[in-house]
Nanobody
Framework: QVQLVESGGGLVQAGGSLRLSCAASGRSISRYAMGWFRQAPGKEREFVATISWSGGVTYYAGSVKGRFTISRDNAKNTVYLQMNSLKPEDTAVYHC?????????????????????WGQGTQVTVSS
């Protein structure tokens, strides 16, 4: 079983930056695609970004493309989300997720049902 713990959230002004981390334990995530999702109050969970097992393939939601960057360090069993040019509409709880059923795939996964492991989330609040 994989446990995922997010960190790095906080309060930031519009235009600012944050870097989220997702530390995995229990099992190596180096074989898995990983993703970030977010959920704002009163809204459904939405896809943010995903990265293949090797880091060679990434895919972003249109709303964050060009502003957010997903990366991973398999040696540290950690995934990151660098968020720049933050906007108030980016305010949400950000969750890290792992696809534990498909190994060494260079496909990208943007549906929540493609992920088996989820973290508790970290709050990101962007003030205007």
């Amino acid at each position: 079983q994989v446990q995922l713990v997010e960190s790095g959230g906080g309060l930031v002004q519009a235009g600012g930056s944050l870097r989220l981390s997702c530390a995995a334990s229990g099992r190596s995530i180096s074989r898995y695609a990983m993703g970030w999702f977010r959920q704002a109050p009163g809204k459904e969970r939405e896809f943010v970004a995903t990265i293949s097992w090797s880091g060679g393939v990434t895919y972003y939601a249109g709303s964050v493309k060009g502003r957010f960057t997903i990366s991973r360090d398999n040696a540290k069993n950690t995934v990151y989300l660098q968020m720049n040019s933050l906007k108030p509409e980016d305010t949400a709880v950000y969750h890290c997720a792992g696809n534990g059923r498909t190994y060494y795939s260079d496909s990208y996964y943007y549906r929540a049902q493609d992920y088996d492991y989820w973290g508790q989330g970290t709050q990101v609040t962007v003030s205007s």
